[in-house]
């Protein structure tokens, strides 16, 4: 009888704090390590950007400190972003939060974005590779002024949910969400795209744990599939976006194999049709790639992309590059999954009846839909009593590509009238100038705990209409519908609070 085989031994993991502080030490100076090691001594602060479709930012961002008593200070390459150094509660407490006002996030994963040029892109189309959770999606909305096209492609079905739902609280119109492996989208839609972004599946090792994303163990064996799997989805980005685009390579990891590593191979092969950016005139300070590993030297391009250790801006270790496409990559083009819009049980909007509903939205509410369908590029469609507002750089260009959800609910037709979306409500309910019932402040509690209010009737809108609800600080908190002695609330569940 022959002897049994011992299976073999499990690889050692190599990525828990200890070891990946051990392989990452020689990287840096004796000095750099000892602030790395004080950095991580120090709480990682929550970050949050504000949403310029629903606010101004630099209005908001203090009137929100100043209301919740916040202790904040300025991401330095984000605008619009802010860390909260101390609340007395959590920031994912506040209506604003789950009305879209702002998304969460820590301050590096606000870089990536942050290192793409829209200057003379009016209505650009934009790939964003492997988007969920979707904060990086959102970003590249409101870096676009929510114009042209973001198609948010992710291959893991579990995560679209919340990727759709994101980009619901967001109030996206000019958006689509797709389901497909991010490599193929190079031989699906060569030199297509104006802007990619990929930010790429990691191993995580940021050395400074966010919320959501912990150090986790990892093999050797593991990183080389995960640097395999990053270069393949780079490859395709760079074939997906036109000569002279952008494609920005980011990951939460500061693992060399899966950063400088991944940019030097991509160099190797396409040496003359990609250049790396130099990202010191975005961050303000140095924060250079590595030269070299302690195992092989990087070609010296590679150094211009951003290393950011957590001690450079108070964050988790991130890496980031943007690169330009000089020259066209070779490509077997394919042909891509087709699926019209009407196989789903869309149609246009008759133009009759489009004009109606826009006339009687500007009657109710003083929205001039007409106005904001010309300057955004978007269409009325219909799908069964469900109207949307479609973006028409979709339309024409990506008709019959499938989608998983695409543009904003509008509203619906019900047997009581047309009743207006939470979505176009929330993006547009602070600047409509009719349709508003206002809550004083003793209501507002029980208002956002999904409670009906009695005996208000202060609006404008006959019983049975939809009214816009803001509160006597201007803050928007949802719809309402007006009924006899009652508003009827109508806030979605998730926005709700406990």
Known sequence: MSKRKRP????????SLDTALARFRPLLSAGDFAALMEELERPLYPALRANPLKCDPQLALPAWAARYTWQTQPVPFCRTGIQVLDSPAPISQTPEHRLGFY???DAASM????????????SPLILDLAASPGGKTTHLISRSADRGLVIANDSSQDRLAALRIVLQ????VSSAVTHFPGEKFGAWFPATFDRVLLDAPCSMQGLHAAEGRPMRSITAREQASLANRQAGLLESALRAVKVGGQVVYSTCTLSPEEDEGVLDALLQQYHGAVSIDDLTPCLG???PALTADGERTYDPAV???ARLWPQVFGTAGFFAARLTKLATLPVSAQEPPSRSLAHAGFEPLERRLAASLLARLMDLYGWDGASFLEQYGLELWKRGPIVYLLPMAYLRQFGYF??????????EDAPEGFLPSHEWAARFGLALPAGICRLPPERVAAWLRGEDIQGHPDTSLL??????VRDEEGRLLGRGKVLSGRLKNLLPRRVISS
Request: cysteine-free; charged content about 10%; proline content about 14%.
């Open 8 to 15: 073999a031994a499990p690889e050692p993991p190599v990525s």
């Open 103 to 105: 998304y969460i996030q």
């Open 402 to 411: 499938p989608v998983q959800s695409l543009g904003m609910v509008l509203g």
């Open 169 to 172: 609280n967001w109030g996206a």
């Open 463 to 468: 019983p049975g209409g939809i009214a816009i």
């Open 285 to 287: 300070r140095p924060a």
């Open 111 to 122: 870089l990536p974005v942050e290192l793409f040029d829209f200057d003379g892109l009016a």
């Open 303 to 305: 150094q211009q992309a």
